[in-house]
């Protein structure tokens, strides 16, 4: 494996040497699925994590926020079918009892566990239920347990998300493992959206938050499937330092080939919950270059990543480009609708703001057709360059967020 | 009538005084439905007009900022089923000469002719169709053809949109009449929406424009259906002066009580335009107060108005308040969680953040099954007060969009 090069590997968080995971059925969910995730690492581990920036933040959110500030942190607590958010004073009691007694049973202190609920708002966590499963969690970890951890955070995604790559760093290979879950109330900052993320290797105080902060920025902030911002989002990252590779520093070489490995580990966890978005039959990047600024470009991207009525043409397979001009045209950032060109997969659609001569509009309606393509905009203004993933809008979006209560 | 007081009448924008209108079958639309309109006033009128903000504008919205620059109009020439944009210099010259045209036809100068088109982006009119139907369009019209025109303005609106009201200013009645459309791309600053008024108010010359603006400010750009914009929005108001009232002089009683009738006219025909949003069927008031500041009580008004979970929530006939509180927390404004209280229509469902102990929430849901109703939100923060009139997200919203070539 050459230096800085990335190994996919099979499986998520276990594959990380010295990680456990476990999920079972604790009864939280109506439905009688997995509904309580752990994910423990044998040894103490650096800890970084990034929350939802909605003002409006569950209890799980602020007792994580508080226990991750020391950097340490040995094991994570996950609950779904109900978010314990907008539950008052009561909510942070259930979240702190829940640290507590995850630390009793795996014989650390409180604030080294971090915790992270989904599901319905408003709803007080069913603590008798929760206090009864937590001794058979912690007697369900193993170091095949990533899977049924996976399986136990998801609500409504239909499929779970979990991935792992090996990556050398300063010649040591470490290994960086996770899983995610999330599929709708999901744009920029994070949205009912949970990634947990574990490695062997050994990164310095100070360097870790970084690293996990500009991976979330370049992953999951890159992301949309309907503009909602969750009150729960939580990217967790434990580094057990098992690898005994070189202390990653800040501004090292092997701290950027590391922070490499975490940005294209959170990539793939991202664009799985894109792909499985609530109603989703498509993944599709907005690529956005020649504008006067990166943030334009990224501006203009999500303008058109989160129109309603793109997002329907995406659905329908129609090569509807007019939209994509009035998403663009109302965003923020600078256009000149006379410089624009918009190409669907390897297919020119729009030259100079206008439908290009000669397009091949079968073609297009062929890329429209796949599962996943890219739409290409240039701006024909600048330098900056940008790309969001997004999906389509579809009846069944509708049919589910119409019915089911979050 | 009392002074200020308003009056509703029948009809629309032939309900003023010297007003003529008409529409007619030219065969743009494919569906063979009326598709060409056009509002006369026989005696020359003070004009002012609002256009989309898109960066990306339609031919006749360019056409028409350039013709209302003078002040002075006395026709609107409005076609539906192509909305000629992004059609480059070919769309600026088939623009122009649909004004010359009917400035030929009713012998006034080409720039005393506004035009505006909707319908989809990137194809050219069909102009020989167009050249052929203006004679006939220009002996529709008569002093009954409102509710033509109202019709042959329409895309997919279900319904024609008039409105007409009698308003006392400075002792005498002066009457303002208006048609609008407008189902989607219908967000803030206007959008694939057209509001064409006209009033006999002799208004002074410079008092028109800021009172239209305020106007609008006040009713469409307080509306949002999908939160996508259109490149050709436009409202144009013609005043003739038959009503030989004291012109109305900017700081004088008379323009605030013109204005009065003007931003009630337009809120009418705003109401009409949500409650017809595609796919919608309900109308919702989201009204914010308790904020530290107006714009902070907009801000947070349009967070919730936009939402997709929260506008499917609306359509499942679902008191999901959580979504209400994640769309607040995610708006810009200021919102402190413990301090939020929610009432669906008189029935109080959130307070201090948390669900109402003793809240009916059968009550809750019956309000929610009407097809009108107030979500009153109090930011318990400060004094700022807005509101935003919004419609729920429906399977019938995606299945248009997704098979309609806007």
New interface residues.
């Given amino acids: 494996m050459a230096s800085g090069d990335l190994e996919w590997l099979d499986g998520g968080v276990t594959a990380v040497p010295g990680i456990l995971a476990g999920g079972i059925v604790a009864g939280i969910k109506p439905s009688g699925k997995k509904d309580l995730a752990l994910i423990y690492s044998s040894t103490p581990a650096r800890a970084a994590a990034v929350f939802t920036s909605?003002?409006?933040?569950g209890a799980p959110v602020l007792v994580s926020t508080e226990h991750v500030r020391s950097g340490q942190a040995q094991a994570i607590v996950a609950s779904s079918g109900c978010?314990n958010?907008?539950?008052?004073e009561r909510g942070i009691q259930d979240a702190r009892e829940m640290t507590r007694l995850v630390g009793e049973l795996l014989r650390i202190p409180a604030n080294h566990v971090l915790i992270a609920s989904t599901g319905?708002?408003?709803v007080p966590l069913p603590m008798d239920k929760i206090r009864a499963a937590l001794p058979k969690l912690a007697k369900s970890l193993s170091p095949q347990g990533g899977r049924a951890a996976a399986e136990a955070i998801l609500t409504t995604d239909t499929r779970i998300k979990e991935a792992a790559l090996r990556v050398e760093v300063g010649g040591r290979p470490v290994t960086i493992g996770g899983i995610a879950k999330g599929v709708?109330?999901l744009e920029p900052h994070l949205a009912t959206m949970f990634c947990f993320v574990a490695t062997d290797a050994v990164v310095a105080r100070g360097a870790l938050s970084p690293a996990v902060r500009r991976a979330v920025d370049r992953s999951f902030n890159r992301t949309t499937i309907?503009?909602?911002?969750?009150?729960s989002d939580t990217v967790a990252v434990l580094a057990n330092g098992l690898a005994e590779n070189t202390p990653l520093e800040s501004g090292a070489r092997g701290l950027r080939q590391f922070a490499g490995g975490l940005e294209a580990l959170m990539t793939k966890l991202a664009r799985l919950l894109v792909a499985d978005g609530e109603g989703a039959t498509k993944l599709v990047t907005i690529a956005v270059r020649g504008a006067t600024s990166r943030r334009d470009a990224l501006l203009a991207a999500r303008s058109v990543a989160?129109?309603?009525?793109v997002k329907?043409?995406i659905?329908?397979q129609?090569p509807?480009?007019?939209?994509i001009?009035?998403?663009?045209?109302?965003s923020p950032a600078?256009?000149?609708?006379?410089k624009v060109s918009i190409a669907v997969g390897d297919e020119r659609l729009?030259e100079?703001?206008?439908?290009k001569e000669g397009v091949r509009l079968e073609r297009v309606r062929e890329i429209m057709g796949e599962s996943e393509y890219d739409i290409t905009i240039d701006l024909g203004l600048g330098r900056g360059e940008e790309r969001v993933w997004t999906c389509d809008?579809?009846?069944e979006?509708?049919?589910l967020?119409?019915?089911y209560?979050?």
């Fill in positions: 909605n003002q409006v933040k978010a958010v907008c539950t008052g319905v708002i408003g709708a109330m309907d503009s909602d911002q969750s009150t989160n129109s309603p009525l329907t043409a659905n329908g129609d509807n480009w007019g939209r001009m009035m998403a663009l045209g109302k600078r256009v000149e609708q006379e729009v100079r703001g206008m439908l809008l579809s009846e979006y509708v049919r967020n119409a019915k209560t979050t």
